[in-house]
């Protein structure tokens, strides 16, 4: 089914009408909401990424994804900033590239805190932003969510939010609602990594 301004109705597994989604960050998040909306599915925003440095970056980000929450008026839940969490899940891998197996790790644990939560508040299934963004690999991001959904026993949807226009309805509505916009991923690793890029640029 299509509807009125172009968009294809989706469907969510079983049928539901709410869903947790992970947001990592405003960006990402707008065109997945506004896609859930048209479709008549209900998103709670769970924004929980200790891998955001540092503390302000956090802040900063965090407070994008709930005012455009309260815009749409949907529900925002604030996971909670344990770093230290998040230092000891990716303990040992700190001299990875970018987007090898540490993000892996920091992928996974972002995504079992929300099947957690999901499960404790009575979701059937849940989902992330963090695969619609071409800078993440897709394919990890969706494993890392299977993992994490049969380990508390739930649902983890997999739909690939870049397909049908998705990509670029994301830099629009980012554009049009002027959301704070981040020139990194989150951590500090990515954060030296830019960095060393703009180093080398300049040189």
């Known amino acids: 089914m299509t509807q009125n301004d172009g968009r294809v109705k989706i469907e969510a597994p079983l049928g539901v009408a709410q869903v ?30 200790p891998n955001i440095y540092p503390r302000n970056e956090y802040e900063l980000r965090k407070k994008a994804v709930k005012d455009f929450a309260d815009k749409k008026d949907v529900a925002f839940v604030d996971g909670d900033y344990d770093d230290a969490v998040w230092a000891e899940a990716t ?9 090898g197996i540490r ?10 805190r929300s099947a957690q ?22 394919e990890k991001v969706s494993e890392c969510g299977h993992l994490a959904a049969k380990k508390h026993g739930i649902i983890y949807w997999d739909h690939n939010w870049r397909k049908k226009g998705g990509s670029q309805r994301m830099y629009e509505i980012a554009k049009q609602e002027k959301f704070y916009a981040q020139n990194y991923c989150g951590c500090k690793f990515s954060l030296k990594s830019r960095n060393k890029q703009e180093e080398s640029i300049l040189k």
Request: net charge negative; glycine share 8%.
């Open 103 to 112: 993000c892996e790790k920091c992928f996974f644990m972002r995504l079992s």
């Open 20 to 49: 947790l989604l992970h947001c990592c960050c405003a960006p990402c998040a707008g065109e997945i909401v506004e896609a859930l909306l048209d479709s008549g599915i209900i998103p709670t925003l769970f924004f929980y990424n």
């Open 117 to 138: 939560y999901a499960k404790e508040n009575d979701f059937k299934i849940f989902t992330s932003t963090l695969g619609i963004s071409r800078y993440k690999n897709f």
């Open 91 to 99: 303990a040992g891998f700190e001299n990875e590239e970018e987007g």
